[in-house]
């Protein structure tokens, strides 16, 4: 089995780098930023959602510093509906309802989440989550 495929969900910021980083020798990680054509949302829009559709994992990230985002919201609920893991991390401390039940792990802080889905890819199954 290859790796899982990890789908960067959230703002536009240097936290894509990092986790890519961070990540990228345990899961194929997409980062709409870099693999989505992005002359046109006519473009980026399908390519990010047949993404979202083809990924195991949605790493959805909501920072401390910025307004909630209707893509993010959107791109977290279809993996949901297509049988992708949610991993939710909502750094404002006001986490969303929804969010909260569409995903399998929740975290108030993006380091964290990386240390998870890092143990995660390691030992998938210790984890006490699945795709079920």
Avoid: H
Avoid at 6 to 14: D, F, R, V
Avoid at 48 to 53: I, T
Avoid at 102 to 115: E, V
């Amino acid at each position: 089995m290859g790796k899982l495929k990890l789908y960067l969900a959230g703002p536009i910021s240097g936290w894509r780098e990092k986790t890519t980083e961070f990540l990228k020798e345990s899961f194929e990680v997409y980062d709409p930023i870099i693999k989505s054509r992005q002359r046109s949302q006519a473009e980026y829009a399908p390519d990010d959602l047949e993404a979202v559709k083809k990924c195991d994992i949605i790493l959805a990230y909501q920072p401390k510093n910025k307004e909630p985002c209707l893509a993010l919201a959107i791109e977290a609920t279809m993996g949901f509906c297509n049988g992708a893991i949610v991993i939710y991390v909502d750094e404002r401390g006001a986490p969303d309802p929804i969010f909260i039940a569409i995903s399998k792990r929740f975290f108030s802080d993006l380091n964290s989440a990386i240390d998870f889905l890092k143990k995660f890819a390691e030992n998938p199954n210790k984890q006490g989550i699945s795709k079920n």
